[in-house]
T-cell receptor, first 114, second 115 residues
């Protein structure tokens, strides 16, 4: 069965600093990979997704992620964090050949200090 | 265009009570999903409906039932609520019939407390 690991439960960065959120997945074939963001009290919003092609994926709000098959990773990055980026971030993997069922990681809560 | 809407936003139940969580989408999506979110556990799929007229179990279906009433609406029912069902419930939809690369669009959630 597939699984997703987000090793960092909570990260604090200063506004303007760079950000990298880690995501490792376990899946036998090429996975469908997603990053979602959840602002406080809100539902989840898609930041970006990957399932083929260029391994560096651009998303909304200035985020990008890089798929590294050799490391089973799909880390999320942003060059300069804004205070409004404070939220919880979820990595998810979807399986091929089945309905759109996603397996989510446990999330990383990002705090931004001014 | 409201996207995915959920009612109610908050609910408190006593153990053994029943209730139905409502979800509707106005994006003409084929697939719909129910998740629960618990601290430190991410989101877990309860049930999903790949298309109107079909429903299937997800990862944690015990204690729940669902109804895909029509293409727009997908309800989640707790027949006899238990404290372990205290959680935040999210409904989501995706455009196509259960394709794994489809983006899921989420509602704002229902916060349920079972005493």
């Amino acid at each position: 069965a597939q699984s997703v690991t987000q090793p960092d439960i909570h990260i604090t960065v200063s506004e303007g600093a760079s950000l990298e959120l880690r995501c490792n997945y376990s899946y036998g074939a090429t996975p469908y990979l997603f990053w979602y963001v959840q602002s406080p009290g809100q539902g989840l919003q898609l930041l970006l997704k990957y399932f083929s092609g260029d391994t560096l994926v651009q998303g909304i709000k200035g985020f990008e992620a890089e798929f590294k098959r050799s490391q089973s990773s799909f880390n999320l990055r942003k060059p300069s964090v804004h205070w409004s980026d404070a939220a919880e971030y979820f990595c998810a993997v979807g399986r091929t050949g089945t309905a759109s069922k996603l397996t989510f990681g446990t999330g990383t809560r990002l705090q931004v200090t001014l | 265009n409201a996207g995915v809407t959920q009612t109610p936003k908050f609910q408190v139940l006593k153990t053994g009570q029943s209730m139905t969580l409502q979800c509707a989408q106005d994006m003409n999506h084929n697939s719909m999903y129910w998740y629960r979110q618990d601290p430190g556990m991410g989101l877990r799929l309860i049930y999903y409906s790949a298309s109107e007229g079909t429903t299937d179990k997800g990862e944690v279906p015990n204690g729940y039932n669902v109804s895909r009433l029509n293409k727009r609406e997908f309800s989640l029912r707790l027949e006899s609520a238990a404290p372990s069902q205290t959680s935040v419930y999210f409904c989501a939809s995706s455009p196509r019939r259960g394709l794994p690369g489809d983006t899921q669009y989420f509602g704002p959630g229902t916060r349920l407390t079972v005493l």
